[in-house]
């Protein structure tokens, strides 16, 4: 089994920064895509950003040249450096990863998601 944690989410005022991280562990044998979605009250999940194993990283409208991901193979982590956050960023933030494992088989995993609240 493979487990996603997330951490560093909160409360903060607009205009402010957060830095969202997530480290995997369990049984890996290699990553493939990591990225991070969020969900707000009433909405669908929608795709933040995506990196794949070689740094490429792929983002969301919302959130093109506000927000920031990057990742460490070594350590299966990938961060998410968001800046001059707006209220509308406001929702949970969850972490997913492709994950091979010993069957060669790859298999999609979520973490339990961490709440981003941009209010004054």
């Known amino acids: 089994q493979v487990q996603l944690v997330e951490s560093g989410g909160g409360l903060v005022q607009p205009g402010g920064s957060l830095r969202l991280s997530c480290v995997a562990s369990?049984?890996?044998?290699?990553?493939?895509?990591m990225a991070w979605f969020r969900q707000a009250p009433g909405k669908q999940r929608e795709l933040v950003a995506v990196i794949n194993r070689g740094g490429l990283t792929k983002y969301g409208d919302s959130v093109k040249g506000r927000f920031t991901s990057s990742r460490d193979n070594a350590k299966n982590t990938v961060a998410l450096q968001m800046n001059s956050l707006k209220p509308e960023d406001t929702a949970v933030y969850y972490c997913n990863a492709v994950v091979v494992g010993p069957d060669s088989l790859s298999r999609a995993y979520w973490g339990q998601g961490t709440q981003v609240t941009v209010s004054s």
């Open positions: 369990g049984i890996i044998d290699s990553i493939n895509t």
